[in-house]
């Protein structure tokens, strides 16, 4: 167990819904990371938030959307959804945003997009 | 830009041989090296990492790696494989002066067979 949770596990949806993923980094971290994990994309960085600020973005869409809250948990919002949303989405964290941190890796949240 | 290369989907050893997953890099600046596990249906896991000195670093579960900077390479060893360590290995690399975006390879799936 990394000590972070994601929720829910599992989301099925229609295209053109929204949907919000949750996570909660390991107690103490201040760095959240987005991936999404898809068999023709493979492991993608969306977005990294760092003491609840945006520090780095990855291949995020702009239907996508993320933020870090004060309690320094991270939401991210995907909406308009289509077919090709249908991923494996994790979110990481971190102790700081700098790169020699190893990330920790939640369980993922599996979206299906109908 | 960064990017990570692991030519060979598939590795296939015996229980009790030596393995080996290849990686390679491409960065503008210093590269922080990692390298993750993934087991079915679960989130990665952080094995090893090469951030600066000795260029053989020592991980988890017996795992080791090779940072090579003139071949740009940095191989995951272990000297004696087990069947548990049959999983989706993933080499990542994250540059010094881009610090949130990890570039992640496409992963490598290691069978280890009795």
């Known amino acids: 167990d990394s000590g972070v949770t994601q929720t829910p596990k599992h989301l099925i949806t229609a295209t053109g819904q929204r949907v919000t993923l949750r996570c909660s980094p390991r107690?103490?971290?201040?760095?959240v990371y987005w991936y999404q994990q898809s068999l023709d994309q493979g492991l993608q960085f969306l977005i990294q938030y760092y003491n609840g600020e945006e520090r780095a973005k990855g291949n995020i869409l702009e239907r996508f959307s993320a933020q870090q809250f004060p309690d320094l948990h991270s939401e991210l919002n995907l909406s308009s959804l289509e077919l090709g949303d249908s991923a494996l989405y994790f979110c990481?964290?971190?102790?700081?945003?700098?790169?020699?941190?190893?990330?920790?890796f939640g369980p993922g949240t599996r979206l299906t997009v109908t | 830009a960064q990017s990570v290369a692991q030519p060979e989907d598939q590795v296939n050893v015996a229980e009790g041989n030596p393995l080996t997953v290849k990686c390679t890099y491409s960065?503008?600046?210093?590269?922080?090296l990692f390298w993750y596990v993934q087991y079915p249906n679960r989130g990665l896991q952080f094995l090893l990492k090469?951030?600066?000195?000795?260029?053989l670093v020592k991980g988890s579960y017996g795992f080791e790696a090779e940072f090579n900077k003139s071949q740009t390479s940095f191989h995951l060893k272990k000297p004696s494989a087990l069947v548990s360590d049959s999983a989706l290995y993933f080499c990542?690399?994250?540059?010094?002066?881009?610090?949130?975006?990890?570039?992640f390879g496409d992963g490598t799936t290691l069978t280890v067979k009795p």
């Open positions: 990481a964290s971190s102790p700081l945003g700098g790169p020699f941190f190893e990330q920790y």
């Open positions: 960065v503008s600046g210093n590269p922080y």
């Open positions: 107690s103490g971290d201040l760095s």
């Open positions: 990542a690399v994250r540059e010094g002066t881009n610090a949130g975006k990890s570039t």
């Open positions: 090469y951030i600066t000195g000795d260029n």
